[in-house]
Antibody, heavy 125, light 111 residues
């Protein structure tokens, strides 16, 4: 069964940096495309990054609110994806989730996203 | 970018009554494999979102059969045939064709 276990997070001052980690198991990590999604407390869900597998080019994508400040990387030897967050702002305060597409083992069709447990990042002075 | 528009934002339902949530995408979510890349999730307080429906109309493992998803072009609907107390939470649609985009969420409460 697919599992994503997150670590990192915590309290950081505006302008500071933080790195989140997410380790996957139960699936072929090197083939996976991985996302980071965040949720401001009491608000909706917002996608903040995606990294493709190295076999698919390994490119990373970001939406405008975090582009140039957040960097997603992966270490397939450790089955871990990282989100480096720099120049943090108070509006980056949120629970951050890592996610990946999970596949049906028989049909090989997409069967939704699997989610990590989430980690809280608080940006405050 | 694909925009997801979800409605209503709030739903108060009597137990045993049906409920319906709509989600419209700004463009087709059709993959080359013939399936729409649209999921439905429910989020309960303090938890990660839990998958209900994938590929527009496929119920996830362990999800009660009172939950169903339907598709019509760029319009998607989640239906609960008979709402139960345990169904309270915030429901989200999510497109997975291009990165990820979420609907605004629908908060379901029990009357």
């Amino acid at each position: 069964e697919e599992q994503l276990v997150q670590s990192g997070g915590g309290l950081v001052k505006p302008g500071g940096s933080l790195r989140l980690s997410c380790t996957g198991s139960g699936f072929t990590f090197r083939d996976a495309w991985l996302n980071w999604v965040r949720q401001v407390p009491g608000r909706g869900l917002e996608w903040v990054s995606r990294i493709k597998s190295k076999a698919d080019g390994g490119a990373a994508d970001y939406p405008a609110p975090v582009k140039g400040r957040f960097t997603v990387t992966r270490d397939d030897s450790e089955s871990t994806v990282y989100l480096q967050m720099d120049s943090l702002r108070t509006e980056d305060t949120a629970v951050y989730y890592c996610t990946t597409t999970c596949y049906d083992t028989i049909t090989h069709l997409r069967r939704g996203d699997c989610w990590g447990q989430g980690t809280l990042v608080t940006v405050s002075s | 970018d694909i925009v997801m528009t979800q409605s209503p934002l709030f739903l108060s339902v009597t137990p045993g009554e049906p409920a319906s949530i709509s989600c419209r995408s700004s463009q087709s979510l059709g993959h080359s494999n013939g399936h729409n890349y649209l999921d439905w999730y429910v989020q309960k307080p303090g938890q990660s979102p839990q998958l209900l429906i994938y590929l527009g109309s496929n119920r996830a493992s362990g999800v009660p059969d009172r939950f169903s998803g339907s598709e019509s072009g760029t319009d998607f609907t989640l239906k609960i045939s008979r709402v139960e107390a345990e169904d309270v939470g915030v429901y989200y649609c999510m497109q997975a064709l291009q990165a990820r985009t979420f609907g605004q969420g629908t908060k379901v409460e029990i009357k």
